[in-house]
Each structure stands twice: as C-alpha cells, then as structure tokens.
C-alpha cells in the first residue's frame, strides 16, 4: 500500500476531526443539519474527504434500517460518523395470502422511497467536528 496524500480544502467554512484537524467538509457541501447521531447533533454532506470507511453493516435507526459504513479520520483513526450505503423498506406483518406478492414487490421496490436522497451521503456528528476556518 502507497502513502495516502491528505486533501486540503479552501472555504468560508472548513468543518475538521476535532482531535487532528484533518480537514473533512466545507460548509457549500452541508445538505442539512436536522440530524441526530450518538453524542448529539449531526450534520448531513454531500461529500466527505480524508476518511477511511468501515465494513457494510446493517442498522436500525429511527427512520428505518439502513445499510451503513462507520467513517474514521483517514490520520488519527477516529470515528467520525457514518455513510449511509442503502436503505431498506420497513417490514411489517402480513397475511400469507399477501406475502407472496409482498416478496415479488419487494425485489424491485427494495428502498423507502421518503429516505433514498441519503444513499452515498455522509453524517459527521458534530461534537467530534471542530471549526477549521
């Protein structure tokens, strides 16, 4: 494995790992910040640099479950947020005279529609965030 070249971002607000620095976003690729993750408040990005992304794992979180990859500082290691991979329709009970039809449905319409513009984006919990510049 080669050496790993950090990325230096330029902007009115450069958001960084809180324990190295390593810059990680800019405030122009900031999605929103109506997002909750484990030590608080979260932020959703378009795009990310300067991460390591963790195995695929499945979890269930208060708007479905999700497929995500935990994201570490790509200098110091440490965990930042995660990226969501994939999103799963919420499964709920039905009759087996419906089941069946349930499973051919569910081969093509996979995905909860009302989540799917978070695939391929990132969530940085903000207290492991600190301001750049």
Known sequence: MGMSYRRYLNGARIYGCSVCRTHLATIHSMISRAFNGQHGRAYLFEGVVNIVEGEPMDRQMTTGNHTVRDI???K???TLGWKYVRIYLTCFRIGAAHRDAFRATMQDHAYETSQ???EGKYILERNL???VQ
Do not use: A, Q
């Open 76 to 78: 110091c290691g440490t």
């Open 72 to 74: 570490y500082c790509c």
């Open 129 to 131: 965030l600190v301001d």
């Open 116 to 118: 799917k513009y978070k």
